[in-house]
């Protein structure tokens, strides 16, 4: 299941504060704050998709995340990697290298990468 741009945006504060409270959400979230009830509704939407989970403190509720930001994007890119890439690493690989205008020491550092990748496979 996938985020929302705005949901995002609120799930990365929760990532990185792990444990909130919804007046901290509020606090950190950039101008112009968004109303207290936006942020409810928007944790409700990303609790039934399985995204947040919350502990009672009282009346307040302490919200933390349920999947982690490296899985919540590695999913993601696995996706746009198969919708748009014909399921290809390759061809995604290729693509990205030749838009991004990446320098020569971006593009060593990315085949210093690959080269050790190819090393452990070996390995295996």
Same mark, same amino acid.
């Not at 919200?63 to 198969?82: E, T």
């Given at each position: ?5 705005t949901?995002?945006k609120?799930?990365?504060l929760?990532w ?6 919804m007046?901290?959400l509020i ?7 968004p109303?207290k009830?936006t942020?409810?509704?928007l *944790?409700?939407?990303?609790?039934q998709k399985?995204?947040?989970g919350y502990? *009672? ?9 349920l ?9 993601? *890119?696995?996706?746009m990697?198969k ?8 061809k995604?690989a290729?693509f990205f290298t ?10 060593e550092? *990315?085949?210093?990468?690959?080269d050790?990748?190819m ?6």
């Amino acid at each position: 299941m996938k985020l929302s741009e705005t949901e995002e945006k609120l799930m990365d504060l929760i990532w990185m504060h792990e444990k909130v409270f919804m007046k901290d959400l509020i606090d950190h979230h950039p101008d112009p704050k968004p109303a207290k009830s936006t942020i409810a509704t928007l *944790l409700k939407r990303m609790q039934q998709k399985g995204f947040v989970g919350y502990n *009672l403190f009282g009346n307040s509720r302490q919200y933390y995340a349920l999947i982690s930001k490296a899985d919540y994007f590695s999913n993601r *890119l696995g996706n746009m990697v198969k919708n748009y890439f014909d399921d290809s690493a390759l061809k995604f690989a290729s693509f990205f290298t030749s838009t991004r205008k990446m320098s020569y020491e971006e593009l060593e550092k *990315l085949r210093n990468i690959i080269d050790l990748e190819m090393k452990q496979k070996k390995d295996d």
